[in-house]
């Protein structure tokens, strides 16, 4: 079966289709057509954003005559994250350590973006493959699990990419047929600057989509307004106890993640990730799906995702040190369908019995 014949995807993805079908322009091609003054402190820059945005609402709604100009909007988002970096807030750690003079906060990612692979991802949900996936090294967050370790661990591995570098890799790909740009990792949040720099000189019209575990600062969430198609949202816990325990986030897990929720379902489509852990039922899975369905309506398209292994550090810690039980995922998929989700159900299904 085609994906897209699915009625689901026009409810919960409609404009990122006609995005990658070249009918629509990608948001960061209309915020390129918003001009915008680029003034030098940041609460006038923020004051030009505001209206700035304005003009690009309109826009959104009626995307016409959009021609590049200067300086414009997306210009603007740039200089406001080169003045955030030097006292970091990009994410809801605010670290508030200077990045441009070499200082590092809890991501230990540095000014300059590392790359650790980027190829077309044919393994991602079937609306996104092939998916231009850019995996930044590092992450802000600290998944004692984490599926993805060996890139997410190490901000280190991989190679310094500049923006021309990005642009060009997603100029090129898209010319063979990649989807989307999809910016991974890791985790795309400490590279906002770079991203923003690299779309600026990107010349062709793609969806772009956020890979993320949605920790992201108010104020980023402002700048990727106007930047981003799709987020795909990691949602992992159903309370801070979990995260805090698991992911080494302080307090505040679970405010960040449904006030980001709601954001971007305002300014954008959302495709969750929801990974089933052992012995989380209850206490996480539970609470994503009952939230996202309460708040979200039955047009979101969540993704529960079956293929948890104990990697990284899970061996030390009693509760998931296996798989998950072909139970525990029925349960929870079975908790979706009621709750009116649409879920596409593609993982080759790994249980512990
Ligand atoms: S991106 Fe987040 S974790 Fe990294 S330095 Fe900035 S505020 Fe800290």
Redesign the pocket.
Same mark, same amino acid.
């Given at each position: 079966m085609n994906v897209f014949d699915d009625p689901g995807i026009q409810k919960a993805l409609g404009r990122y289709v006609r995005v990658m079908n070249d009918e629509l322009p990608a948001r960061f091609m209309l915020c390129k057509s918003v001009p915008a003054a680029i003034p030098a402190g940041i609460s006038e820059c923020w004051a030009e954003h505001s209206k700035a945005m304005k003009k690009f609402s309109k826009l959104l709604n009626n995307p016409q005559h959009v021609e590049e100009v200067r300086p414009n909007l997306l210009e603007l988002k740039q200089r406001i994250a080169d003045l955030m970096?030097a006292d970091? $807030?990009? #994410?809801?750690?605010? #670290? /508030? &350590?200077n /990045?441009k003079k070499g200082e590092?906060?809890?991501? /230990? &990612?540095g000014y300059e973006s590392r790359i650790s692979s980027a190829f077309e991802h044919i393994g991602e949900e079937p609306e996104l493959v092939p998916s231009g996936t850019i995996f930044f090294s590092g992450c802000?967050m600290s998944c004692q699990y984490c599926q993805n370790w060996q890139i997410s661990q190490f901000p280190s591995c991989g190679e310094v990419w500049p923006p021309q570098k990005i642009a060009e890799w997603v100029e090129h790909h898209r010319k063979f047929g990649i989807r989307n740009v999809n910016l991974v990792g890791g985790e795309p949040?400490?590279n906002l600057h770079n991203i923003l720099a690299s779309l600026q000189l990107c010349r062709v019209n793609i969806p772009v989509v956020w890979n993320s575990n949605m920790i992201m $600062?108010q104020e980023t969430m402002e700048l990727l307004n106007g930047v981003v198609d799709v987020y795909l949202a990691d949602f992992k816990y159903g309370n801070d106890g979990c995260a805090k325990r698991l992911s080494l986030m302080p307090q505040g897990y679970w405010k960040t993640l449904t006030r980001n929720s709601l954001a971007a379902s305002r300014h954008a489509e959302i495709l969750y990730r929801h990974l089933v852990l052992p012995n989380h039922v209850e206490c996480c899975s539970k609470p994503v799906l009952k939230w996202v369905s309460d708040n979200l309506g039955d047009s979101v398209r969540v993704n529960i995702m079956s293929q948890y292994r104990p990697e990284y550090r899970a061996a030390g810690i009693s509760d998931i040190t296996r798989r998950i039980t072909k139970k525990e995922y029925e349960e929870v998929a079975d908790y979706s369908r009621k709750a009116g989700l649409w879920n596409v159900e593609l993982q080759s299904l790994l249980f512990s019995e």
């Amino acid at each position: 079966m085609n994906v897209f014949d699915d009625p689901g995807i026009q409810k919960a993805l409609g404009r990122y289709v006609r995005v990658m079908n070249d009918e629509l322009p990608a948001r960061f091609m209309l915020c390129k057509s918003v001009p915008a003054a680029i003034p030098a402190g940041i609460s006038e820059c923020w004051a030009e954003h505001s209206k700035a945005m304005k003009k690009f609402s309109k826009l959104l709604n009626n995307p016409q005559h959009v021609e590049e100009v200067r300086p414009n909007l997306l210009e603007l988002k740039q200089r406001i994250a080169d003045l955030m970096i030097a006292d970091c $807030s990009f #994410c809801e750690r605010t #670290c /508030r &350590v200077n /990045r441009k003079k070499g200082e590092l906060g809890m991501c /230990r &990612v540095g000014y300059e973006s590392r790359i650790s692979s980027a190829f077309e991802h044919i393994g991602e949900e079937p609306e996104l493959v092939p998916s231009g996936t850019i995996f930044f090294s590092g992450c802000n967050m600290s998944c004692q699990y984490c599926q993805n370790w060996q890139i997410s661990q190490f901000p280190s591995c991989g190679e310094v990419w500049p923006p021309q570098k990005i642009a060009e890799w997603v100029e090129h790909h898209r010319k063979f047929g990649i989807r989307n740009v999809n910016l991974v990792g890791g985790e795309p949040t400490p590279n906002l600057h770079n991203i923003l720099a690299s779309l600026q000189l990107c010349r062709v019209n793609i969806p772009v989509v956020w890979n993320s575990n949605m920790i992201m $600062s108010q104020e980023t969430m402002e700048l990727l307004n106007g930047v981003v198609d799709v987020y795909l949202a990691d949602f992992k816990y159903g309370n801070d106890g979990c995260a805090k325990r698991l992911s080494l986030m302080p307090q505040g897990y679970w405010k960040t993640l449904t006030r980001n929720s709601l954001a971007a379902s305002r300014h954008a489509e959302i495709l969750y990730r929801h990974l089933v852990l052992p012995n989380h039922v209850e206490c996480c899975s539970k609470p994503v799906l009952k939230w996202v369905s309460d708040n979200l309506g039955d047009s979101v398209r969540v993704n529960i995702m079956s293929q948890y292994r104990p990697e990284y550090r899970a061996a030390g810690i009693s509760d998931i040190t296996r798989r998950i039980t072909k139970k525990e995922y029925e349960e929870v998929a079975d908790y979706s369908r009621k709750a009116g989700l649409w879920n596409v159900e593609l993982q080759s299904l790994l249980f512990s019995e």
